[in-house]
């Protein structure tokens, strides 16, 4: 397997941009690698994307996410129902 992390860079100031991130370099990883960081299913994190609470990016035909976003998403605390 190839590595599951990526780096785009965004347009420069007065080009087109798609994102507020624009002028700074993402670190992008896969779905599938954000999803084992969180120990949730990768289907998790896709509907956290069609939801907007987590932004994606394609590249290409493949779908991606920040790791810093993927950092930033409320943790689930220790516990339970009880």
């Given amino acids: 397997m190839g590595d599951s992390s990526a ?3 965004r347009p420069a100031s007065g080009q087109s ?6 002028q700074r ?10 999803a084992a960081r969180l120990g949730l ?3 998790t994190i896709r509907r956290y ?4 609470k987590l932004p ?4 290409g035909r493949l779908l991606r996410v920040a790791i810093a976003d993927v ?10 129902r009880g």
């Fill in 17 to 22: 941009r798609t994102h507020a991130d624009s």
């Fill in 41 to 43: 299913n990768e289907r």
């Fill in 71 to 80: 950092n930033a998403l409320p943790q689930p605390t220790a516990g339970g």
């Fill in 49 to 52: 994307i069609t939801a907007g």
């Fill in 7 to 9: 780096t785009v860079r």
């Fill in 56 to 59: 994606g990016y394609r590249v």
């Fill in 25 to 34: 370099d993402l670190a992008l990883e896969s779905v599938r690698s954000a």
